[in-house]
C-alpha cells in the first residue's frame, strides 16, 4: 500500500488515541453526586449515589466501598451515612436527602444504589446493586482487590446475603444492626477469607440485638476473622455510632486474596455456583450443598462435600498448582490423581466420585439460570400476561386485567416510610406479547390454556394444567422454557389469603415470592397448601408432588 499523506495518516491515529482516552477519562466533578445506570430489568434508569475522591487519579487503583441502605431510606441518605454524617438538628430523612453537607475527603470510591427504595436485597434490588458495581468499574479504575461491602438495617441484611452468596468478589463486609433474609445463617462459612465486622444497640427495637449476636457466636465457632462492637443504651440507630468520624474507611485496610488455599462454600442455588476457584456444577433442588476444599502442598488437595453431586476446580493461577503436572486429590476419603491444564471436574457416580471427562450435552437439566424456583423467575427483566383465548366478556377481561395489574403493581404506595418499590414491569394481554419479548424476559402468565394464548402456545412442553371450570385452586409454579422462565398462575391467585404482616419490604403481594419452592398448589388460600416443592434435577415431577396433584381432581399432566 502506498501512503502519500503521512503526516495526514499520523494526524488521523492520533485523533482516534485521543477521543479513546477522552472517553475513558473521569470528567465528573469530585466529592458527592447521583449517577444512574440502564436497568434492563424494567427499561428504566436508577439512581445510585456516587462519592470521588479529591483529585482523583484515573491511572491509580481506588478501593471502593459499596454501601446498602436500610428501610425507608435512599441513596442520597446512605451516602451521608457512611460518612458519619446524621440529620441536623430535628431535620427529616426528606429533609436531610436534598442536598450533601461538607466532610472530610477519603481516598475511596464510595457507591450507594437506590435499591428499588424499600424492597429488601434479593431479587431485582440485588441485581440492581450489581449493575451499579459494574457501572462504576467501568467508569473509573477499580482496585478489585479493595472492593467491600455495608449497609445498616435492611441493608445490613442486604449485606450478610450478597457477601455471603458471592463471598469471591469482597474484601472484608460490615454488616450494621443487620435483619437478613431467612436462611442466609445457613451461609456464615462462606466468609472464611475475609473478615466481618457487625455493629448493634443493645436497646434496638426493631431489629433484636439476640440475631447479631448469634451470628457473631456461629462465625466465631466456624473459625471465621469476625469482630463486633456492641453500643449501650443505643437503640435502632447504631448506624450514628458505627460509622462515626469515617470509622468504616479506616477500618476497610484488608486486601483480597483471590486464590485462598482453603475454600468453603455452601449454596442451595446455581445462582450463587462458585467462590474462588470452587465451582459447584450438579446440585439438590432446595438442599443446601457444602464442600471444604484444601490445598494441603503444591498440587495436592483434600475436598470434603455434603448434598453435592459435581463440581469443578478452576486452578490456574494459584501459587500452589504447578500445570501440567500430576494432582492428587482426596475426595470425602478417596484418593484421585490426574494431570490438570487449568480445570478439572469431577461428578459423583453412585457413592463414588470419578473425573467427569463428558462434554456438556443438550439433556434438559436443571443449571444456572434455568433451575427455579418460582422466585428466579421475578428476579430479572419480567412481564405479566393476561389471557384473551376465549374471547372473554367485557367484564371478564377487566378481571383479568386487574389480577395482572395487581401482580405487577410493585409500586403499591404503602405510607410515608416506605413509599414505594421503584419497579415498573409490563402488563400485556397474550395477543400483545412480541417476539421481543419471547426472546427477553420471563413470562408471568395468567390463566389456563384454553384462555391464554401463550400457555397454549407452550402447552405441550408445560408438566401440568389446571382445569379451567376449576373455582376453588390456585396452581403457580415455574418451567424453563426456550432459555428463559415461563411461570403459570392458574385459578386463584398466589396471594389469595395472604396476611400483610412481617418485614414489610415487598408490597404484601410479592410477600412470599421468596420463600415458593418450585411450584404451589393450595385450595382457598395460599396458607392451605395441598403440596409444594421442586421438580427434579431433569425438571420432571417427583412423586410427591404428583401424587397429591392426580388426587386433586383438577389437575391433568402434559404427554
Not at 68 to 97: P, Q, W
Not at 99 to 114: G, K, S
Not at 255 to 260: G, M
Request: proline share 5%.
Amino acid at each position: 500500500m502506498k501512503i502519500n499523506n503521512l503526516p495526514s495518516v499520523f494526524s488521523l491515529v492520533f485523533f482516534i488515541v485521543m477521543s479513546h482516552n477522552i472517553c475513558i477519562a473521569q470528567k465528573l466533578a469530585s466529592g458527592p453526586q447521583v449517577l444512574t445506570f440502564f436497568s434492563s430489568a424494567d427499561d428504566t434508569e436508577q439512581p445510585y449515589g456516587l462519592y470521588i475522591p479529591k483529585n482523583y487519579d484515573p491511572v491509580k487503583k481506588y478501593p471502593l466501598v459499596m454501601m446498602l441502605h436500610g428501610a425507608g431510606s435512599n441513596h442520597r441518605l446512605e451516602l451521608r451515612r457512611v460518612f458519619g454524617k446524621s440529620n441536623a438538628g430535628d431535620e427529616t430523612d426528606v429533609e436531610a436527602s436534598r442536598y450533601f453537607p461538607e466532610w472530610e475527603n477519603v481516598d475511596f470510591i464510595v457507591a450507594t444504589p437506590l435499591a428499588r427504595g424499600t424492597a429488601g436485597y434479593q431479587g431485582i434490588p440485588e441485581q440492581d446493586v450489581y449493575d451499579v458495581l459494574a457501572d462504576v468499574k467501568k467508569r473509573f479504575n477499580i482496585d478489585e482487590n479493595r472492593t467491600y461491602l455495608t449497609g445498616l438495617s435492611m441493608g445490613g441484611g442486604g449485606t450478610l446475603w450478597i457477601g455471603l452468596t458471592r463471598p469471591d468478589i469482597w474484601a472484608a463486609i460490615a454488616p450494621v444492626c443487620a435483619a437478613p433474609p431467612a436462611g442466609t445463617i445457613d451461609l456464615a462459612g462462606n466468609s472464611s477469607n475475609y473478615p466481618v465486622h457487625f455493629f448493634h444497640g443493645d436497646k434496638d427495637p426493631v431489629v433484636p440485638v439476640e440475631s447479631t449476636r448469634n451470628w457473631v457466636a456461629k462465625m466465631q465457632d466456624l473459625g471465621v476473622e469476625v469482630t463486633y462492637k456492641e453500643f449501650v443504651d443505643v437503640k435502632h440507630d447504631s448506624w450514628v455510632n458505627a460509622y462515626d468520624d469515617e470509622f468504616i474507611f479506616g477500618w476497610f485496610n484488608q486486601v483480597r486474596n483471590p486464590f485462598p488455599n482453603e475454600v468453603k462454600f455452601s449454596s442451595k442455588f446455581y445462582k450463587y455456583n462458585k467462590a474462588y476457584w470452587v465451582q459447584f456444577d450438579k446440585m439438590k433442588s432446595g438442599v443446601l450443598s457444602d464442600i471444604t476444599a484444601s490445598f494441603k502442598r503444591s498440587n495436592t488437595l483434600e475436598i470434603k462435600t455434603k448434598n453435592l453431586d459435581g463440581f469443578t476446580l478452576i486452578l490456574k493461577g494459584h501459587a500452589k498448582f504447578i500445570s501440567n503436572q500430576p494432582v492428587i486429590f482426596t475426595i470425602d476419603g478417596a484418593a484421585l490423581s490426574n494431570k490438570v491444564d487449568s480445570t478439572i471436574s469431577f461428578v459423583k457416580k453412585g457413592a463414588s466420585w470419578i473425573i467427569n471427562k463428558e462434554a456438556a450435552t443438550n439433556i434438559v437439566e436443571k443449571k444456572k439460570g434455568a433451575e427455579g424456583p418460582i422466585f428466579d423467575a421475578f428476579s430479572s427483566r419480567h412481564i405479566y400476561v393476561y389471557g384473551t383465548a376465549d374471547n372473554p366478556s367485557a367484564e371478564e377481561l377487566k378481571k383479568r386485567l386487574d389480577i395482572a395489574n395487581e401482580a405487577a403493581s410493585w409500586s403499591v404506595y404503602r405510607g410515608p416510610f416506605l413509599g414505594r418499590v421503584m419497579f415498573f414491569p409490563r402488563v400485556l394481554s397474550d395477543k400483545e406479547v412480541r417476539a421481543s419479548d419471547f426472546e427477553t424476559c420471563n413470562l408471568i402468565l395468567f390463566g389456563t390454556k384454553e384462555t391464554n394464548a401463550v400457555i397454549s402456545k407452550y402447552a405441550d412442553k408445560l408438566p401440568v394444567h389446571l382445569n379451567p371450570a376449576t373455582k376453588d385452586y390456585g396452581l403457580l409454579y415455574v418451567f424453563s422454557v426456550d432459555k428463559h422462565y415461563v411461570t403459570i398462575s392458574s385459578g386463584l391467585p398466589w396471594w389469595t389469603g395472604v396476611v400483610d404482616q412481617g418485614f414489610p419490604f415487598v408490597p404484601a403481594t410479592h410477600r412470599g415470592l421468596s420463600e415458593f419452592k418450585d411450584l404451589l398448589f393450595f385450595k382457598d388460600s395460599s396458607k392451605n397448601i395441598v403440596t409444594d416443592g421442586y421438580f427434579t434435577q431433569e425438571w420432571k415431577l417427583p412423586e410427591s408432588l404428583l401424587t397429591p396433584l392426580t388426587k386433586s381432581g383438577v389437575i391433568t399432566f402434559s404427554k
